[in-house]
Every structure is written in C-alpha cells, then in structure tokens.
C-alpha cells in the first residue's frame, strides 16, 4: 500500500508510524552560504542546508532539519522534530508542528500542517488545515483499502503522496491518506482513504486524475 503514496523513496517508508522522526533528527548547524534575516529565533539542534533563505520573523523550534535551496517565507513557525527536505518553500504565517516534507514540496501562506507526511513534489495551498487530533483524543486509525489499521497514536494528521495536491482552503480530518498524483479541489473537507491517481472535483466527485506528469514547483517568478 505504500507503494500508492512513496513510490520513490523507501526512506521514508521507515517513517512509518511517525512517532519515529524524531529519530531521524540530527541537526548539524547552519550553513555559511545559507541567507537568515536577522529576526529569526533558531533553537538547538537545528541544520539549515546550503543555498536556504529565512525570511523575517521565522521561528525555528529545537530539533529541526531544513535541506538545501528552501524558502522559509517571513512569520512562519517551524516546531520541534520537522523534518524539511530540499528545494522546499513553506509559505507566510504558516506553522509545520512534528513533519516531514520530502524534497520539492511547497506548502502555501497560512497553512496548518501537524504530525504530517507530505511526499516528494506534493503542494499544499493557502489556508489548509490538517486536523491532527480527534475531540475526544483517542487513538487515531487509518482507514486503509483494507480496513482499519491501529497507529497506537492520538495525533496523527495527513498522508499525502508524491506530486500530490490540495487545493486552497483544504481541511483534512486526523489520519487522511490521499495517494501519490491525487488532485484535491480548493475548499474540500477530506477525510479516511484516497487512491492514487484520483481528481476530487469542487462537487465531490472522485475521478481519475488525467495529470501524469510531474509539476514544477517554480512561482511566477522563476524563484523555487
């Protein structure tokens, strides 16, 4: 089944359950030829990789890994054991809590992404939220093709495969698994099990995604 979302990386199907990032997490300082605003507060055990710019007034918690190339858009909050790979953007006011992006992901502003896994090439836009935890802080499951699976876990929040997307506004319930090339709609309320290769239209519809191939990650203005 984790071939529908990762197919390419067998790292980080280690991952799995995700209590185990925090293993993973090794900071080795911050690169000189790294570009840091003078506003930004880093914490302990944080590597920052070659080439990564830090906008004003980021916040990067204790125990965080930033790859190569990233943009760290100014007012974010990257909390303790976020694990983000390379040529990365997260975007305005957006908050990463406890998740590992792989490389070329890009996150929009004012973003919400908790307890999280996003594969390679996977976008997220503006004002998504993934719901992390249950009301009642029970265990969250999976809901796999196969039933359910136990995670022995109460804060579990989205699984989103490589070249992924969500459109804007998105809402993800805890424990969504949305398959490698799935295409979300702006506005949606997502929860339970996606297939790969599925296109959820703005009437719910689920369909085959018609969109093969792989997506740049480059904005208007060239820059990643």
Known sequence: MINNFFPSNRDIQKLFPFIVIKNHINGSGVSSESEIHESVIIGKNVSIGKNTIIMPYVVIEDDVIIGNE??????????????????????????????????????????????????????????????????????????????????????????????????????????????????????????????????IKQSGEVVENAHKQELSIKDNSGVV
């Open 70 to 199: 990233c943009i760290i858009r100014s007012g974010a909050l990257i909390r303790s054991t976020t694990f983000i790979g390379n040529q990365v953007v997260i975007g305005h006011a957006t908050e990463m809590k406890h998740a590992y992006l792989d490389n070329e992901v890009k996150v929009g502003s004012h973003c919400f992404v908790g307890n999280s896994l996003l594969g390679k090439g996977a976008r997220i836009g503006s004002g998504t939220i993934t719901g992390n935890r249950r009301f009642d802080q029970k265990e969250i499951h999976w809901n796999g093709p196969n039933g359910k699976v136990e995670t022995k876990l109460d804060k579990l929040g989205l699984v989103l495969g490589e070249y992924a997307r969500l459109g804007a506004n998105c809402t993800t319930n805890p424990g969504t698994m949305s398959g490698a090339n799935t295409w979300v709609s702006g506005g949606q309320i997502v929860s339970g099990f996606i297939d790969a290769n599925k296109f």
